[in-house]
Protein backbone atom coordinates (compact mmCIF):
# COMPACT_ATOMS: atom_id res chain seq x y z
CA UNK A 1 0.00 0.00 0.00
CA UNK A 2 1.03 3.82 -1.03
CA UNK A 3 1.56 5.76 2.39
CA UNK A 4 1.95 9.76 2.00
CA UNK A 5 3.48 11.50 5.13
CA UNK A 6 3.53 14.91 5.92
CA UNK A 7 6.75 17.41 7.33
CA UNK A 8 6.30 19.23 10.14
CA UNK A 9 7.89 22.86 11.75
CA UNK A 10 11.55 22.58 10.56
CA UNK A 11 11.90 21.60 6.97
CA UNK A 12 11.67 25.00 5.98
CA UNK A 13 14.04 26.67 3.53
CA UNK A 14 14.46 29.81 1.72
CA UNK A 15 13.21 29.24 -2.16
CA UNK A 16 10.87 26.84 -0.76
CA UNK A 17 7.81 26.42 -3.30
CA UNK A 18 9.58 29.12 -6.03
CA UNK A 19 9.71 25.76 -8.56
CA UNK A 20 5.92 25.04 -8.07
CA UNK A 21 5.04 28.57 -9.00
CA UNK A 22 6.90 28.80 -11.96
CA UNK A 23 6.14 25.51 -13.42
CA UNK A 24 2.07 25.33 -12.63
CA UNK A 25 -0.03 27.77 -13.34
CA UNK A 26 -2.48 25.84 -10.76
CA UNK A 27 0.26 26.50 -7.93
CA UNK A 28 0.77 29.94 -9.22
CA UNK A 29 -3.18 29.99 -8.27
CA UNK A 30 -3.15 28.46 -5.08
CA UNK A 31 0.21 30.13 -3.65
CA UNK A 32 -2.10 33.73 -5.08
CA UNK A 33 -5.20 32.81 -2.91
CA UNK A 34 -3.14 31.95 0.23
CA UNK A 35 -1.72 35.06 0.18
CA UNK A 36 -5.00 36.59 0.02
CA UNK A 37 -6.52 34.08 2.87
CA UNK A 38 -3.80 34.73 5.18
CA UNK A 39 -3.77 38.59 4.43
CA UNK A 40 0.07 38.99 3.99
CA UNK A 41 2.38 37.83 1.14
CA UNK A 42 4.03 35.13 2.63
CA UNK A 43 5.09 33.75 -1.07
CA UNK A 44 7.29 36.67 -0.64
CA UNK A 45 8.93 35.09 2.56
CA UNK A 46 9.00 31.69 1.04
CA UNK A 47 10.56 32.38 -2.29
CA UNK A 48 13.22 34.85 -0.92
CA UNK A 49 12.79 35.07 2.86
CA UNK A 50 16.15 34.88 5.26
CA UNK A 51 15.99 31.58 7.33
CA UNK A 52 15.46 34.40 10.34
CA UNK A 53 12.09 35.26 8.58
CA UNK A 54 11.38 31.79 8.12
CA UNK A 55 11.20 30.83 11.67
CA UNK A 56 8.78 33.22 12.57
CA UNK A 57 5.83 31.21 13.73
CA UNK A 58 2.95 32.52 12.03
CA UNK A 59 4.91 32.06 8.73
CA UNK A 60 6.95 29.32 9.29
CA UNK A 61 3.70 26.86 9.75
CA UNK A 62 1.82 27.93 6.79
CA UNK A 63 4.83 27.78 4.56
CA UNK A 64 5.13 24.22 5.09
CA UNK A 65 1.72 23.31 4.91
CA UNK A 66 1.66 25.12 1.60
CA UNK A 67 4.46 23.76 0.09
CA UNK A 68 2.99 20.51 1.20
CA UNK A 69 -0.82 20.80 0.09
CA UNK A 70 0.09 22.75 -3.40
CA UNK A 71 2.67 19.76 -3.76
CA UNK A 72 0.39 17.34 -3.32
CA UNK A 73 -2.31 18.54 -5.61
CA UNK A 74 0.43 19.70 -8.40
CA UNK A 75 0.56 15.69 -8.77
CA UNK A 76 -2.88 15.35 -10.16
CA UNK A 77 -4.17 11.61 -11.11
CA UNK A 78 -0.29 10.08 -9.90
CA UNK A 79 -1.78 11.55 -6.53
CA UNK A 80 -3.35 8.31 -4.99
CA UNK A 81 -2.93 7.67 -1.18
CA UNK A 82 -4.28 4.37 0.49
CA UNK A 83 -3.03 5.50 4.00
CA UNK A 84 -1.69 9.28 5.24
CA UNK A 85 0.10 10.74 7.97
CA UNK A 86 1.56 14.16 9.06
CA UNK A 87 4.25 14.93 12.07
CA UNK A 88 2.29 17.40 14.08
CA UNK A 89 1.55 20.62 11.46
CA UNK A 90 1.63 17.89 8.95
CA UNK A 91 -1.15 16.42 10.47
CA UNK A 92 -2.96 19.38 8.71
CA UNK A 93 -1.53 18.93 4.83
CA UNK A 94 -2.72 15.26 5.35
CA UNK A 95 -5.98 16.12 6.19
CA UNK A 96 -6.36 18.21 2.74
CA UNK A 97 -4.36 15.81 1.11
CA UNK A 98 -7.08 12.65 2.28
CA UNK A 99 -9.88 15.33 1.58
CA UNK A 100 -11.23 16.12 5.24
CA UNK A 101 -10.75 19.82 4.73
CA UNK A 102 -10.62 22.04 1.93
CA UNK A 103 -7.76 24.00 1.30
CA UNK A 104 -8.97 27.37 2.56
CA UNK A 105 -10.15 25.80 5.61
CA UNK A 106 -7.02 24.04 5.99
CA UNK A 107 -4.94 27.08 5.65
CA UNK A 108 -7.44 28.73 7.88
CA UNK A 109 -7.12 26.46 10.82
CA UNK A 110 -2.77 26.55 10.27
CA UNK A 111 -2.66 30.51 10.49
CA UNK A 112 -4.88 30.07 13.72
CA UNK A 113 -3.03 27.64 15.31
CA UNK A 114 0.17 29.27 14.30
CA UNK A 115 -1.29 32.28 16.30
CA UNK A 116 -2.31 30.53 19.31
CA UNK A 117 0.71 28.56 19.58
CA UNK A 118 2.74 32.03 19.37
CA UNK A 119 0.97 33.30 21.95
CA UNK A 120 1.46 30.62 24.61
CA UNK A 121 4.94 30.70 24.20
CA UNK A 122 4.58 34.31 25.01
CA UNK A 123 2.75 33.17 28.15
CA UNK A 124 5.53 31.64 29.91
CA UNK A 125 8.93 30.73 28.77
CA UNK A 126 9.68 27.50 27.81
CA UNK A 127 11.67 24.98 25.26
CA UNK A 128 12.19 21.63 23.63
CA UNK A 129 15.21 19.37 23.98
CA UNK A 130 15.89 16.32 21.56
CA UNK A 131 17.22 12.98 23.64
CA UNK A 132 19.19 10.39 21.81
CA UNK A 133 20.28 7.61 22.54
CA UNK A 134 17.88 6.45 25.57
CA UNK A 135 15.04 3.84 25.28
CA UNK A 136 11.49 6.04 25.35
CA UNK A 137 10.88 4.46 29.09
CA UNK A 138 14.18 5.83 30.71
CA UNK A 139 13.32 9.37 29.16
CA UNK A 140 9.96 9.08 30.72
CA UNK A 141 11.06 8.41 33.76
CA UNK A 142 13.46 10.99 33.85
CA UNK A 143 11.02 13.02 32.87
CA UNK A 144 8.58 12.14 35.76
CA UNK A 145 11.31 12.83 38.62
CA UNK A 146 11.81 16.40 37.24
CA UNK A 147 10.03 18.95 39.44
CA UNK A 148 7.97 21.64 37.18
CA UNK A 149 6.81 20.70 33.59
CA UNK A 150 8.76 18.27 31.66
CA UNK A 151 7.32 15.89 29.29
CA UNK A 152 8.15 13.29 25.85
CA UNK A 153 6.84 15.05 23.44
CA UNK A 154 8.05 13.36 20.11
CA UNK A 155 9.01 9.93 19.80
CA UNK A 156 10.21 10.41 16.70
CA UNK A 157 12.41 6.96 16.04
CA UNK A 158 13.75 4.59 18.49
CA UNK A 159 16.80 6.45 20.66
CA UNK A 160 15.10 9.76 19.47
CA UNK A 161 12.55 11.67 21.32
CA UNK A 162 12.10 15.09 22.19
CA UNK A 163 10.94 16.49 25.78
CA UNK A 164 9.41 19.72 26.06
CA UNK A 165 8.75 22.02 29.25
CA UNK A 166 9.85 24.98 31.45
CA UNK A 167 13.47 25.72 30.76
CA UNK A 168 14.26 24.76 34.59
CA UNK A 169 12.51 21.49 33.92
CA UNK A 170 14.18 21.07 30.94
CA UNK A 171 17.94 21.78 32.17
CA UNK A 172 17.17 19.66 34.76
CA UNK A 173 16.19 16.92 32.92
CA UNK A 174 19.43 16.88 30.29
CA UNK A 175 21.51 16.93 32.99
CA UNK A 176 19.95 13.82 34.47
CA UNK A 177 19.52 12.08 30.67
CA UNK A 178 23.10 13.15 30.08
CA UNK A 179 23.55 10.56 33.60
CA UNK A 180 21.77 8.19 32.59
CA UNK A 181 23.79 7.43 29.57
CA UNK A 182 22.06 9.60 26.98
CA UNK A 183 24.39 10.19 23.70
CA UNK A 184 23.25 13.78 23.57
CA UNK A 185 20.15 15.98 25.23
CA UNK A 186 20.67 19.23 23.79
CA UNK A 187 18.52 22.02 24.16
CA UNK A 188 16.50 22.86 20.46
CA UNK A 189 15.98 26.48 19.18
CA UNK A 190 12.29 26.64 19.53
CA UNK A 191 10.11 29.57 20.97
CA UNK A 192 8.04 27.31 23.55
CA UNK A 193 7.16 24.08 24.22
CA UNK A 194 5.16 22.30 21.84
CA UNK A 195 3.33 19.49 22.50
CA UNK A 196 3.10 19.75 26.51
CA UNK A 197 0.51 21.27 29.21
CA UNK A 198 2.00 24.52 28.35
CA UNK A 199 0.17 24.63 25.67
CA UNK A 200 -3.28 24.70 26.90
CA UNK A 201 -4.37 28.26 25.95
CA UNK A 202 -3.32 27.56 22.23
CA UNK A 203 -5.71 24.09 22.62
CA UNK A 204 -8.66 25.77 23.99
CA UNK A 205 -8.13 28.46 21.36
CA UNK A 206 -8.13 26.24 18.26
CA UNK A 207 -10.69 24.11 19.75
CA UNK A 208 -13.23 26.29 18.93
CA UNK A 209 -12.11 26.59 15.39
CA UNK A 210 -11.75 23.42 14.47
CA UNK A 211 -15.22 22.78 16.15
CA UNK A 212 -16.68 25.28 13.77
CA UNK A 213 -14.79 24.07 10.43
CA UNK A 214 -16.58 21.20 8.60
CA UNK A 215 -14.84 18.41 8.34
CA UNK A 216 -15.44 15.78 5.30
CA UNK A 217 -15.38 11.90 5.36
CA UNK A 218 -11.92 10.93 4.08
CA UNK A 219 -10.86 8.83 0.96
CA UNK A 220 -8.46 6.96 2.91
CA UNK A 221 -6.93 6.42 6.75
CA UNK A 222 -5.03 8.65 8.36
CA UNK A 223 -2.83 7.85 11.21
CA UNK A 224 -3.39 10.77 13.51
CA UNK A 225 -0.16 11.63 16.08
CA UNK A 226 -2.64 11.14 19.60
CA UNK A 227 -3.47 7.80 18.85
CA UNK A 228 -0.87 6.18 15.53
CA UNK A 229 -4.05 4.19 14.35
CA UNK A 230 -6.00 4.76 11.46
CA UNK A 231 -8.81 7.13 11.88
CA UNK A 232 -11.66 7.71 9.51
CA UNK A 233 -14.70 9.39 11.68
CA UNK A 234 -14.67 12.93 10.98
CA UNK A 235 -15.96 13.38 14.67
CA UNK A 236 -12.86 11.38 16.16
CA UNK A 237 -10.39 13.10 13.60
CA UNK A 238 -11.74 16.93 15.23
CA UNK A 239 -11.15 15.65 18.63
CA UNK A 240 -7.56 13.82 18.07
CA UNK A 241 -6.43 17.15 16.00
CA UNK A 242 -7.63 19.13 19.39
CA UNK A 243 -5.68 17.17 21.64
CA UNK A 244 -2.35 17.22 19.56
CA UNK A 245 -1.82 20.12 20.94
CA UNK A 246 -0.77 19.25 24.24
CA UNK A 247 -0.14 15.44 23.78
CA UNK A 248 3.28 13.93 22.40
CA UNK A 249 3.65 13.02 18.30
CA UNK A 250 4.22 9.12 18.45
CA UNK A 251 5.85 9.01 15.05
CA UNK A 252 7.90 6.09 15.53
CA UNK A 253 4.27 4.41 16.83
CA UNK A 254 2.27 5.85 13.92
CA UNK A 255 4.73 4.35 11.48
CA UNK A 256 5.14 0.90 12.69
CA UNK A 257 1.11 0.73 12.47
CA UNK A 258 0.78 1.72 9.00
CA UNK A 259 3.32 -0.51 8.23
CA UNK A 260 1.49 -3.54 10.20
CA UNK A 261 -1.43 -2.81 8.35
CA UNK A 262 -0.04 -3.01 4.76
CA UNK A 263 1.69 0.02 4.37
CA UNK A 264 4.78 -0.50 1.82
CA UNK A 265 5.88 2.07 -0.16
CA UNK A 266 5.98 5.43 1.54
CA UNK A 267 6.47 8.67 0.00
CA UNK A 268 7.12 11.90 1.83
CA UNK A 269 5.38 15.34 0.40
CA UNK A 270 6.84 18.91 1.34
CA UNK A 271 10.43 20.50 2.05
CA UNK A 272 12.71 18.68 3.20
CA UNK A 273 13.78 15.18 3.86
CA UNK A 274 13.30 15.09 7.70
CA UNK A 275 10.61 12.15 7.54
CA UNK A 276 12.53 9.92 5.04
CA UNK A 277 15.20 10.05 7.75
CA UNK A 278 13.30 8.79 10.17
CA UNK A 279 12.03 6.21 7.93
CA UNK A 280 15.20 4.49 7.80
CA UNK A 281 15.72 4.61 11.49
CA UNK A 282 12.07 3.20 12.38
CA UNK A 283 12.32 0.24 9.49
CA UNK A 284 14.91 -0.13 7.02
CA UNK A 285 13.41 -2.53 5.29
CA UNK A 286 10.12 -0.39 3.77
CA UNK A 287 10.70 1.85 0.85
CA UNK A 288 10.90 5.55 1.49
CA UNK A 289 11.44 8.61 -1.15
CA UNK A 290 10.26 12.28 -1.95
CA UNK A 291 8.01 13.40 -4.93
Same mark, same amino acid.
Given at each position: ?53 ? $?????? =?? &? ?7 ? #??? +? @?? *? ?32 ? $?????? =?? &? ?7 ? #??? +? @?? *? ?156
Amino acid at each position: MKAYIFPGQGAQFSGMGLDLFENSPLAQQLFEQANKILGFTITDIMFEGTAEEL $KQTKVT =QP &AIFLHSVIL #AKT +L @GS *DFKPEMVAGHSLGEFSALVANGVLSYEDGLSLVS $KRAMAM =QK &ACEVQESTM #AAV +L @GL *DDIVVEEVCKSVEGVVVAANYNCPGQLVISGEINAIDKACELLIQKGARRALKLPVGGAFHSPLMEPAREELASAIENTTFNNPICPIYQNVVAKAVTNPVEIKENLIAQLTAPVRWTQTIQQMIADGGTEFIEVGPGKVLQGLMRKIDRNVAASGV
